[in-house]
């Protein structure tokens, strides 16, 4: 697609329900990022994919946090359990990689809103 | 991932030219500058990157020290919609970015 497209824009859950949020990156870009945002606050990096390697997940902030990616396009980032604190944007950008003048500029999506009761 | 520092805030009157530092003491030599802003309640947007030289686009310049240990983004004339918090990122042109963002400079433009 033209943009990075995530569903939904808006969700509300139950605590201990568990969400997935959506993530449908640019056509041809091998790189995929998850960051969270919580209200006031900065970009928290979540989980990083680029192509067929093993994604980096060292910012996911519990195990109840997963992702993937299937076919190296569209991700899907899993909250287990949902917690009150789980509250946030959580965006999602890709980027094509290495070199050339329009490698690795990050395009972000929309966000997703999670409002956790 | 190599840091960036800018401060927290600054100020701005509208139709004024900006001039948004940030340090990066430690970039190498992979290292591209990039540029992000995030208007309120929407999704970080990219704005410019370059390596060495100076660079213009139709938002904003960026002008890179010749160490490359400091850059400098420029709003030429700012507007309210230009209030915004601008990060500063060095983003290399290897694979395997784990990509961090800073704290930013929150802009604020008044009328």
């Known amino acids: 697609g033209a943009g990075v497209s995530q569903s939904p824009s808006n969700k509300v859950t139950e605590k201990g329900k568990d969400v997935e949020l959506r993530c449908d990156p640019i056509?041809?870009?091998?790189?995929l990022y998850w960051y969270r945002q919580s209200l006031g606050q900065g970009l928290e990096f979540l989980i990083y994919?680029?192509?067929?390697?093993?994604?980096?997940k060292s910012g996911l902030p519990s195990d109840r946090f997963s992702a993937e990616r299937t076919g190296g396009s569209v991700s899907t980032l899993t909250i287990q359990r949902t917690q009150q604190e789980d509250s946030a944007v959580y965006l999602c950008?890709?980027?094509?990689?290495?070199?050339?003048?329009?490698?690795?500029?990050?395009?972000f999506g929309a966000g997703s809103r999670l409002t956790v009761l | 991932d190599a840091k960036t520092t800018q401060p927290n805030s600054m100020e701005s009157n509208e139709e004024e030219p900006v001039h948004l530092p940030c340090n990066h003491s430690t970039i190498s030599g992979t290292d591209y500058i990039h540029w992000y802003r995030q208007l309120p309640s929407q999704g970080p947007e990219y704005v410019i990157h370059g390596l060495t030289s100076n660079v213009n686009n139709r938002m904003a310049s960026l002008a890179i020290a010749e160490d490359r240990k400091s850059s400098t983004l420029i709003l030429h004339r700012a507007t309210l919609r230009d209030a915004a918090v601008y990060y500063c990122m060095l983003i290399s042109n290897t694979a395997g970015n784990m990509l961090t963002f800073g704290g930013g400079t929150r802009l604020m433009v008044k009328p």
């Open positions: 950008a890709s980027s094509l990689v290495g070199g050339g003048a329009g490698a690795n500029v990050l395009t």
């Open positions: 056509s041809g870009h091998t790189a």
């Open positions: 994919f680029q192509g067929n390697s093993a994604p980096d």
